[in-house]
């Protein structure tokens, strides 16, 4: 057991019937269920990608009808890259290598399947999947802007990890609410894991009972959680880094991923995150959530550019599946409108 000032973990307790039902406590569960009849990953890629491909769709079907790659529809297409949130830099390179491609490819190629292989070279190298290593635990530590998704994206990886038989414990680094607590406790019920908090304490002191636990338990994987923070706000991001030392002195090596939670409404903004995160915390992967409801999924290819940290996850709805993995071809073919 845990040592003292830490509450009782919930390893044994699985959810009941009622917390699953009850949406104040668990939402994502009743989404999910809602839409019961299971659609495929992809389907859900593409719905959620819905609003980023309609946006990006206008001046891209034009040009796709056209078949005809002249200075009118680069430029078209180039405006319509940085509308969908695809960044300068990136628009630019994506037009460049369009053009070359075209010049290979004879008259009669296809713009739409020329695009869509520019970008997935472009974002191919950001696949990287996330691998449990041999350590034990493996500590995954998430940090992130507040409202990113950080606490619901460590519920559906505790999900996500217990599928491939592994065992999970969360610990509850957002010590500055109560309700953040309570928010992570929820999740270890509804996936029936231990919750290692405390009433008092500081972040630090959290993760190293979380990692002291996980060893004295035989847990494979810690998904540690932390307070949402401004890379503006120098103290915090100071804090950020305390926090990943003292889990270091839990556990030598440790943490194994600082993985960052983007919402992709933030834009371009995302791309900031992206790289102050990196300099104050050292990033291994990226989370991107909320790309159903955004028009701005044209950021990952932003991030691609112009800082690549691998995208480890996807988050298109709030239901406990709708976070997997990052495949860029299927990323790609749901954000590019269809070619017709
Ligand atoms: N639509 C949608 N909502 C999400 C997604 N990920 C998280 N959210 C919602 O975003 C809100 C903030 O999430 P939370 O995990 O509390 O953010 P945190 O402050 O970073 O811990 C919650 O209402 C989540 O349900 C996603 O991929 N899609
Ligand atoms: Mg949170």
């Known amino acids: ?18 917390d699953r039902d009850d949406p104040a406590r668990a939402p994502a569960a009743t989404a999910s269920a809602a839409a019961a009849p299971a659609r495929s990953w992809k389907d859900r890629l593409k719905a959620g990608l819905g609003l980023s491909r309609v946006k990006l769709g206008t001046a891209l079907t034009s040009v796709f009808r ?42 009669d190629a296809n713009p739409r ?28 530590m998430l940090v992130g802007v507040n409202g990113a998704g950080k606490t619901t994206s460590i519920g559906k990886l505790a999900k996500w990890l217990q599928q ?37 304490g500081d972040a630090a002191s959290v993760m190293f009972d979380a990692v002291n636990a996980a060893k004295a338990r ?24 305390k926090v990943k030392r003292v ?18 409404n933030t834009g371009q903004n995302a791309l900031a995150q992206v790289k102050a995160f990196d300099a104050a915390a050292g990033l291994t992967g990226l ?6 409801g955004s028009a701005k999924g044209g950021v990952v290819a932003a991030i691609a550019k112009q800082h690549p940290v691998p995208l480890k996850f996807i988050g298109v709805g709030e ?12 990323f790609v073919d749901a954000l590019l409108p269809a070619d017709n």
């Open 319 to 330: 239901g406990l599946d709708d976070l997997q993995p990052f495949v860029a071809r299927d």
């Open 287 to 292: 989370i991107v959530t909320k790309l159903d």
């Open 164 to 200: 491939q038989g592994l065992t999970v414990l969360l610990a509850a680094g957002d010590t500055f609410r109560a309700a953040a607590r309570e928010q992570l406790a929820a999740w270890g019920e509804r996936n029936g894991v231990a919750v290692i908090q405390q009433t008092s």
């Open 218 to 241: 035989s847990i494979d994987v810690v998904l540690a959680d932390t307070a949402g923070r401004l890379p503006t706000q120098g103290h915090l991001m100071e804090e950020l880094r």
């Open 247 to 264: 889990i270091g002195r839990a556990q030598e090596g440790a943490p194994h991923e600082v993985l960052l939670v983007v919402d992709a």
């Open 66 to 107: 056209r078949r005809k790659l002249d200075d009118e529809a680069l430029a078209d297409l180039e405006d319509a890259l940085i509308a969908g949130d695809v960044g300068v830099d990136a628009a630019q390179h994506l037009i460049a290598d369009l053009e070359s491609r075209w010049k290979r490819a004879g008259d």
């Open 113 to 140: 399947s020329e695009l869509a292989a520019a970008l997935v070279d472009l974002v191919a190298p950001l696949e990287r999947p996330l691998v449990i290593g041999a350590e034990r635990p493996f500590v995954i």
């Open 1 to 18: 057991m845990p040592t003292s000032g830490v509450l009782a973990g919930t390893a044994d307790a699985p959810a009941t019937a009622g």
